[in-house]
T-cell receptor
Framework: NAGVTQTPKFRVLKTGQSMTLLCAQD?????MYWYRQDPGMGLRLIHY???????AKGEVPDGYNVSRLKKQNFLLGLESAAPSQTSVYFC????????????FGSGTQLSVL | GENVEQHPSTLSVQEGDSAVIKCTYS??????FPWYKQELGKRPQLIID?????GEKKDQRIAVTLNKTAKHFSLHITETQPEDSAVYFC?????????FGTGTRLQVFP
């Protein structure tokens, strides 16, 4: 099993460009999450999903959109990238209870110039 | 909403010594407290977790203690080894959101 796979691993955008980050999990997990990690600020939740077809806002949702059309995939979109969105993005999934025992992907380093 | 504070931000210990990382939380309704370890350039990985109905949990060289009255919990690593060097994150959760602390960089010197 691959676990949680994120693509791409690295990306450089210009301000105003759009992009989509893909997260795929092969563990049949119900819950999926998108976090961003910035130096000195830990991990902050952007959006999450408690099941196929559902999404909800986290701590820092502004400037991002998500979709969960299939159970195994969770997409994070940036419609108009800003330098403040330069960060490392982690996808995670979990089984059992919401927010418990998260399995993280390997991360996407995004730079917005 | 929940707020989680973590101390210290950096911690250096000699191999074989113990390391303690402390976290406090604000929401008394939080009932789940995990700890994640993130090695340099890698993904965070769950190392231990505890629920609010338990005061202490151990797994080999690591243990977590929880004081619900004071709203703080701690990670204890005994007999530290160089491979314990990493950033450790605490977190607290009710049913809706999982809030992370800002992390502790642990360095274990041989």
């Amino acid at each position: 099993n691959a676990g949680v796979t994120q693509t791409p691993k690295f990306r450089v955008l210009k301000t105003g460009q759009s992009m989509t980050l893909l997260c795929a999990q092969d563990m049949n997990h119900e819950y999926m999450y998108w976090y961003r990690q910035d130096p000195g600020m830990g991990l902050r939740l952007i959006h999450y999903s408690v099941g196929e077809g559902t999404t909800a806002k986290g701590e820092v949702p502004d400037g991002y959109n998500v979709s969960r059309l299939k159970k195994q995939n969770f997409l994070l979109g940036l419609e108009s990238a800003a330098p403040s969105q330069t960060s490392v993005y982690f996808c995670a999934s979990s089984y059992g209870r919401h927010n418990e025992k998260l399995f993280f992907g390997s991360g996407t380093q995004l730079s917005v110039l | 909403g929940e707020n989680v504070e973590q101390h210290p931000s950096t911690l250096s210990v000699q191999e074989g010594d113990s390391a303690v990382i402390k976290c406090t939380y604000s929401d008394s309704a939080s009932n789940y407290f995990p700890w994640y370890k993130q090695e340099l350039g890698k993904r965070p990985q769950l190392i231990i977790d505890i629920r609010s109905n338990v005061g202490e949990k151990k797994d080999q060289r690591i243990a977590v203690t929880l004081n619900k009255t004071a709203k703080h919990f701690s990670l204890h690593i005994t007999e530290t080894q160089p491979e314990d060097s990493a950033v450790y994150f605490c977190a607290a959760s009710r049913s809706d959101k999982l809030i992370f602390g800002t992390g502790t960089r642990l360095q274990v010197f041989p």
